[in-house]
T-cell receptor, first 115, second 111 residues
């Protein structure tokens, strides 16, 4: 079974600075999807970014980008120019390519943004 | 589009009472899921469905039942609520290969 590990329960960053959240996963599959979700205090789960494992290029969405290292099974999220609204819980998730299997989530990293 | 709608948003139950959480999606997604979220535990899968009329157990299914009689609805039932079921419950839906669209969650307290 696949597992997802987020080794940083909490992190903080100064406003306008850059922060990187770590995620590692364990799988024997070669094709899969990886995701980062954001959960602000409102509790709503928001998809931040999606990466397909067969794509070499790292996904980016505005100030959010990933560093996908397939061989190392690492999928870190970089947030540039951090804003107060970035303060949230961030979850890394894995999904098998077959699609029938549910997402596997890490336990999350709580990000604080300091003004 | 409403996306994924969960009802109710909050509920307080007494131990031993039963209740049903409703999840409705209007995106024609095949897959639907129920998770619970507890502090420090992340999201844990309770049950899921890969299509109308199908259900499957997740990581923590005990004490819960589900039904998917219509493609757009996925119901989560608690037959006899216990304090250990105090949690925030999330419903989600998806297409193959894509991430989930989540509902806004239900905060359930069992006293």
């Amino acid at each position: 079974a696949q597992t997802v590990t987020q080794s940083q329960p909490e992190m903080s960053v100064q406003e306008a600075e850059t922060v990187t959240l770590s995620c590692t996963y364990d799988t024997s599959e070669s094709d899969y999807y990886l995701f980062w979700y954001k959960q602000p205090p409102s509790r709503q789960m928001i998809l931040v970014i999606r990466q397909e494992a067969y794509k070499q290029q790292n996904a980016t969405e505005n100030r959010f980008s990933v560093n996908f290292q397939k061989a190392a099974k690492s999928f870190s999220l970089k947030i540039s120019d951090s804003q107060l609204g970035d303060a949230a819980m961030y979850f890394c998730a894995y999904r098998s390519y077959s699609g029938n299997t549910p997402l596997v989530f890490g336990k999350g990293t709580r990000l604080s943004v300091i003004a | 589009n409403a996306g994924v709608t969960q009802t109710p948003k909050f509920r307080v139950l007494k131990t031993g009472q039963s209740m049903t959480l409703l999840c409705a999606q209007d995106m024609n997604h095949e897959y639907m899921y129920w998770y619970r979220q507890d502090p420090g535990m992340g999201l844990r899968l309770i049950h899921y469905s890969v299509g109308e009329g199908t259900t499957a157990k997740g990581e923590v299914p005990d004490g819960y039942n589900v039904s998917r009689l219509k493609k757009q609805n996925f119901l989560l039932g608690l037959e006899s609520a216990a304090p250990s079921q105090t949690s925030v419950y999330f419903c989600a839906s998806s297409y193959v290969g894509y991430g989930y669209t989540f509902g806004s969650g239900t905060r359930l307290t069992v006293v």
